[in-house]
């Protein structure tokens, strides 16, 4: 499978057919997009995942919550697979939702046709991509449920949950191990018991997580990620998934 930029490779997830083939028309008008299948349910989604091998996926983020495509999240944590979610309104359940699913990036179906290329590119560039004007109802989000009521612990243990305000800080595996005088080896496979417990795969996933359940007291950091005007701050945008 080709990872060169002119060849970067989609299938479109969408129950309307009018839908997938404006989709369509208009990705295909880039050179440096392919579209390679379109599905209208879950099930077709995810099997068009395994037979195409697409580096993107865009979905309508009702079709991915509605149809719980849990399987569609776990691929993506295992692959060069990256997800765009498509959403007809913007609010901030379904935007903290999308990326605790999974999404790499969010559009919102009313946006401009560049927005929907740009985005693309940005996340096959490595970046989680929020629309400008989505990305305070985000950080809105996030400051409404910090500390307002008491954690569950998930059956984590006192070092996890310090491991973990330490991730929402931003801090590297490198970093982490310094702070509490331990191995990076032994970061990750912290780090690999906290993604099993809470049910992530990403560590932006785990960030979004542990300041949705209130697992840490940590506000997290602002950092850089891309919109449509640019990069604005947001919460610390996780190091590359395989660091964990």
Same mark, same amino acid.
């Given at each position: 499978?080709?990872? +060169?930029?002119?060849?970067?490779?989609?299938?479109?997830?969408?129950?309307?057919?009018?839908?997938?083939?404006?989709?369509?028309?208009?990705?295909?008008?880039?050179?440096?997009?392919?579209?390679?299948?379109?599905?209208?349910?879950?099930?077709?989604?995810?099997?068009?995942?395994?037979?195409?091998?697409?580096?993107?996926?865009?979905?309508?983020?009702?079709?991915? @919550?509605?149809?719980?495509?849990?399987?569609?999240?776990?691929?993506?944590?295992?692959? =060069?697979?990256?997800?765009?979610?498509?959403? =007809?309104?913007?609010?901030?359940?379904?935007?903290?939702?999308?990326?605790?699913?999974?999404?790499?990036?969010?559009?919102?179906?009313?946006?401009?046709?560049?927005?929907?290329?740009?985005?693309?590119?940005?996340?096959?560039?490595?970046?989680?991509?929020?629309?400008?004007?989505?990305?305070?109802?985000?950080?809105?989000?996030?400051?409404?449920?910090?500390?307002? /009521?008491?954690?569950?612990?998930?059956?984590?243990?006192? @070092?996890?949950?310090?491991?973990?305000?330490?991730?929402?800080?931003?801090?590297?595996?490198? +970093?982490?191990? +310094?702070?509490?005088?331990?191995?990076? @080896?032994?970061?990750?496979?912290?780090? =690999?018991?906290?993604?099993?417990?809470?049910?992530? =795969?990403?560590?932006?996933?785990?960030?979004?997580?542990?300041?949705?359940?209130?697992?840490? /007291?940590?506000?997290?950091?602002?950092?850089?990620?891309?919109?449509?005007?640019?990069?604005?701050?947001?919460?610390?945008?996780? @190091?590359?998934?395989?660091?964990?």
């Amino acid at each position: 499978m080709s990872n +060169e930029p002119h060849d970067f490779r989609i299938l479109i997830a969408d129950e309307q057919p009018v839908v997938r083939h404006g989709l369509r028309r208009l990705l295909e008008s880039d050179a440096g997009l392919r579209v390679v299948g379109e599905a209208s349910d879950a099930h077709d989604a995810v099997e068009l995942v395994l037979q195409l091998k697409p580096h993107i996926v865009l979905v309508d983020f009702h079709l991915w @919550r509605q149809s719980k495509l849990q399987s569609l999240s776990g691929l993506a944590s295992l692959s =060069t697979l990256r997800i765009v979610a498509m959403v =007809t309104t913007v609010q901030k359940a379904d935007i903290v939702e999308a990326f605790l699913l999974g999404a790499h990036g969010i559009v919102p179906k009313t946006s401009a046709p560049r927005v929907l290329l740009t985005s693309i590119r940005g996340v096959m560039a490595g970046q989680y991509w929020l629309e400008h004007e989505s990305l305070g109802i985000l950080v809105d989000a996030l400051r409404e449920v910090h500390g307002s /009521s008491a954690p569950k612990d998930y059956g984590l243990t006192r @070092r996890e949950l310090d491991i973990i305000a330490k991730i929402v800080n931003g801090r590297s595996n490198k +970093e982490v191990g +310094e702070d509490f005088s331990i191995s990076e @080896r032994t970061v990750k496979h912290h780090l =690999t018991n906290i993604f099993s417990k809470v049910g992530v =795969t990403s560590r932006l996933q785990l960030a979004l997580f542990a300041v949705n359940h209130h697992l840490t /007291s940590t506000r997290p950091v602002r950092t850089q990620v891309m919109s449509t005007q640019g990069p604005f701050a947001l919460l610390q945008p996780m @190091r590359s998934e395989k660091e964990a």
